[in-house]
């Protein structure tokens, strides 16, 4: 049986490794843009400098499964096609192309490697008391900002978004206000309506100047899935069945961030579940069982505020908000073991 795996992120990698071990004839094949597993929660700190977020894939995937570095251009008919020319047939496939972020012109985004790396040099480059601005006010503009002024505290930071910490409520809002506040982060709660020669504009008509202007939201999904002609939301999400395959074609299976989930937002704690309910699903189909339908479950929403703290409140499985929050020491311990966590489940396919 020969398995296509396109994309070897969290839930790409997941998926291999899991099924290398619970279905030990599979042929499988992971194909990858690059030769690394990058660990995408860990991109704010690659670009401020305090963490690596790159892995070879030799040291990530079990014995047996074989990797392609190219890119898929179309998946469809049990084939994938990759850039370099060459194709591979499959029986079963896992599309996890994960999620995109869409730059606004000026900024450089810090959601993709790429976008990071680019991040990283223009940020090494800058000299004391420049000014570093970070769009976005979710989780990824929250880390990436504290994460910066915590390394650069010779830099200016400032966040902009119209409201800056607004997933969280009550008194965890607070906190990581406070927290950005406390490594001298300006909040700046307002849209950003374009980026021009250096100069941030705003909604409410005020502008700034500024010498690195990060774009930290993490929006869309590469458009391979509507490229192939599979059916896809308005955010090009392949729309899958209850089990996580296509509605389209039921030998590709879409897990992560690229898969139309009812109730799934882009996360990392999302993949690795998917992943190890799709595979579960396949094991379970060629054994001649019928498949049990897959259900979203959440636990809590976290934020880094550089190395030393983190604010994380928990939620119902449905995302809604729980008053319980952890903040400090306790948030970072809890925030690190899980973002370590994402990297062992990848790895190995277990502890999901
Ligand atoms: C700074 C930052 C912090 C974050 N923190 C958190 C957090 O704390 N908690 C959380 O839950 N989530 C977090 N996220 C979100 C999380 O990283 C994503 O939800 C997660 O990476 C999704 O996993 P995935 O496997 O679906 O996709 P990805 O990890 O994006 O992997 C997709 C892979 O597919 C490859 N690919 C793309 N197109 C193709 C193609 N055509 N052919 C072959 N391969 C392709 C990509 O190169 C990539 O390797 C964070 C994101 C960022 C940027």
């Known amino acids: 049986m020969k398995v296509a795996v396109v994309g070897a992120g969290y839930a790409g990698m997941y998926a291999a490794n899991r099924l290398a071990k619970k279905v030990r004839t599979a042929e499988i094949t992971v194909i990858n843009p690059r030769p690394d597993f990058v660990e995408r929660v860990r991109l704010h ?28 251009d179309k998946i469809g008919d049990g084939v994938v096609r990759l850039d370099d020319g060459t194709s591979l047939d499959f029986d079963y496939a896992f599309l996890a192309v994960g999620s995109t972020a869409r730059p606004m012109p000026g900024t450089i985004p810090v959601g993709t490697w790429e976008g990071a790396e680019q991040a990283r040099v223009a940020l090494a480059a800058l000299p004391a008391d420049s000014t570093v601005t970070v769009i976005g006010g979710g989780a990824t503009g929250i880390e990436t900002a504290a994460e910066v002024a915590e390394a650069r505290p010779d830099l200016r930071v400032r966040i902009v978004g119209p409201s800056v910490a607004g997933d969280f409520s009550h008194r965890p809002h607070q906190r990581v206000r406070t927290g950005l506040e406390r490594l001298k982060v300006d909040i700046v709660d ?75 937002r882009f996360a990392c704690a999302l993949a690795a579940p998917q992943a190890a309910h799709a595979v579960n699903t396949l094991a379970r189909l060629l054994a001649g069982r019928e498949p049990t339908p897959y259900a979203v479950r959440y636990v809590a929403r976290a ?50």
């Open 190 to 264: 307002d849209g950003v309506t374009e980026v021009t020669d250096g100069t941030v504009h705003l909604r409410s008509g005020a502008a700034f100047a500024s010498d690195l202007t990060l774009w930290a939201i993490v929006s869309g999904v590469p458009d391979l899935a509507a490229r192939s002609g599979l059916t896809v939301d308005a955010e090009g999400r392949a729309v899958v069945d209850e089990c996580l395959r296509s509605v389209d074609d039921e030998r590709i299976f879409a897990v992560g961030d690229c898969a139309a989930v009812p109730g799934a």
């Open 45 to 72: 700190q690659w670009l401020a400098g305090t963490a690596d977020a790159a892995t070879p894939l030799t040291s990530m995937l079990r014995a047996g499964i074989t990797s392609r570095t190219a890119t898929v």
């Open 303 to 352: 934020v880094t505020l550089g190395r030393k703290n983190a604010v994380g409140q928990f939620t119902r499985r449905d995302d809604t908000l729980r008053r319980a929050y952890v903040t400090g020491r306790t948030a970072v311990v809890v925030k690190e073991l899980a973002s370590r966590g994402g990297k062992f489940g990848a790895r190995t396919g277990t502890g999901a």
